[in-house]
């Protein structure tokens, strides 16, 4: 009986529409299932990645991310269906997946066939995001998507609070720099032809980290001098 509710009530919820965004075409959380795992498994296979994941559009109660995550158990990476009003595009999906799917294959690593890998995420779980942003990059390259994209989406999405000297995450504003500083350094063709350079969210990025862009532009001038990471702010 219980399998029946469940069951009625996710058709449901697969079936309510959502608010449609200019440019992208997906309306409900039943197109949002089926771009997922268009996008998804396109990931997957361009990245050679040898290990099973599968996408799911569900609510969860209990989330290390606000929007998306990935089960360290099934290795399922789902997001909620409220992110959808804040996605315009396939890239922005991608940079989604991308940074969970990389999540999803460190859980493949280590004892007992990977499952204590998310202790390690539980205890050091800025280097690990770290980690994963510059993996979804490659991965979101390696795809044919636009990794700016993952700047993008983290400007819409990513709350900035004040500090994170007692936090175990790293500010949204470092995060999506240390992004653009990988990208800068390994494709520096995307941002010579910059898709992105009109877009409303990525004009606000170049704003906001105006500071953090000339830290990093000194730290190019002075790299022989010194082999400090850059703090950003």
Same mark, same amino acid.
């Given at each position: 009986?219980?399998?029946?509710?469940?069951?009625?009530?996710?058709?449901?919820?697969?079936?309510?529409?959502?608010?449609?965004?200019?440019?992208?075409?997906?309306?409900?959380?039943?197109?949002?299932?089926?771009?997922?795992?268009?996008?998804?498994?396109?990931?997957?296979?361009?990245?050679?990645?040898?290990?099973?994941?599968?996408?799911?559009?569900?609510?969860?109660?209990?989330?290390?991310?606000?929007?998306?995550?990935?089960?360290?158990?099934?290795?399922?990476?789902?997001?909620?269906?409220?992110?959808?009003?804040?996605?315009?595009?396939?890239?922005?999906?991608?940079?989604?997946?991308?940074?969970?799917?990389?999540?999803?294959?460190?859980? &493949? +690593?280590? #004892?007992?066939?990977? =499952?204590? @890998?998310? $202790?390690?995420?539980?205890?050091?779980?800025?280097?690990?995001?770290?980690?994963?942003?510059?993996?979804?990059?490659?991965?979101?390259?390696?795809?044919?998507?636009?990794?700016?994209?993952?700047?993008?989406?983290?400007?819409?999405?990513?709350?900035?609070?004040?500090?994170?000297?007692?936090?175990?995450?790293?500010?949204?504003?470092?995060?999506?720099?240390?992004? &653009? +500083?990988? #990208?800068?350094?390994? =494709?520096? @063709?995307? $941002?010579?032809?910059?898709?992105?350079?009109?877009?409303?969210?990525?004009?606000?990025?170049?704003?906001?980290?105006?500071?953090?862009?000339?830290?990093?532009?000194?730290?190019?001038?002075?790299?022989?001098?010194?082999?400090?990471?850059?703090?950003?702010?």
């Amino acid at each position: 009986m219980k399998k029946l509710v469940y069951g009625i009530v996710m058709g449901i919820m697969m079936l309510l529409p959502v608010p449609a965004n200019a440019g992208w075409d997906v309306q409900n959380t039943a197109q949002l299932q089926e771009r997922m795992n268009s996008v998804g498994f396109n990931i997957l296979n361009s990245n050679r990645i040898e290990h099973r994941m599968i996408f799911r559009v569900i609510n969860r109660v209990y989330t290390r991310d606000i929007w998306a995550d990935v089960s360290s158990v099934n290795r399922t990476v789902w997001i909620k269906p409220c992110i959808l009003p804040y996605i315009d595009s396939d890239d922005e999906l991608a940079g989604i997946l991308s940074h969970q799917i990389a999540h999803g294959v460190d859980t &493949y +690593e280590g #004892i007992l066939r990977g =499952y204590a @890998s998310v $202790l390690n995420y539980w205890v050091s779980p800025n280097k690990y995001d770290l980690k994963a942003d510059k993996r979804a990059v490659d991965y979101m390259v390696n795809a044919g998507y636009n990794p700016l994209a993952l700047i993008v989406i983290l400007n819409k999405i990513g709350q900035q609070y004040r500090y994170d000297a007692f936090s175990n995450h790293a500010l949204i504003s470092r995060r999506m720099m240390m992004i &653009y +500083e990988y #990208i800068y350094t390994k =494709y520096p @063709s995307i $941002l010579a032809d910059n898709d992105y350079k009109d877009n409303v969210y990525y004009q606000n990025f170049l704003l906001t980290s105006r500071k953090n862009r000339f830290l990093l532009q000194e730290h190019i001038k002075n790299r022989g001098n010194t082999k400090k990471k850059i703090k950003y702010l």
